[in-house]
């Protein structure tokens, strides 16, 4: 079993920054790739960013290239989402889960081990 626990959520102006953190415990995760996820009110969950194990592979949604980071800290077993120039549209709880293993890194049935959310609000 793993517990993901994400942290860093709360409100911001728009143009604001916001690092959000994901501590893992519990069964290791080394191996395995971590992602991210929001979901906006009244919407469908969405991909965010997603990265190896080893850091050297990272995926983001298209639209969140250049204002998003993925990292990781596996000495930590952390992983972070660094939120730059933040935008009313970026409002939505944020998860972190833990992918199965396949090709998928985009969709939310590839992943299992879901953290509990945190909520992030933009204000224009």
């Known amino acids: 079993q793993v517990q993901l626990v994400e942290s860093g959520g709360g409100s911001v102006q728009a143009g604001g920054s916001l690092r959000l953190s994901c501590a893992a415990s519990?069964?290791?995760?080394?191996?395995?790739?971590l992602g991210w996820f929001r979901q906006a009110p009244g919407k469908d969950r969405e991909f965010v960013a997603a990265?190896?194990?080893?850091?050297?592979?990272?995926y983001y949604a298209d639209s969140l290239k250049g204002r998003f980071t993925i990292s990781r800290d596996n000495a930590k077993n952390t992983v972070y989402l660094q939120m730059n120039s933040l935008k009313p549209e970026d409002t939505a709880v944020y998860y972190c889960a833990k992918r199965m293993g396949g090709s998928d890194y985009y969709t939310e049935v590839a992943y299992h081990y879901w953290g509990q959310g945190t909520q992030v609000t933009v204000s224009s």
């Open positions: 519990g069964r290791t995760f080394r191996g395995y790739v």
């Open positions: 990265i190896s194990w080893s850091g050297d592979r990272k």
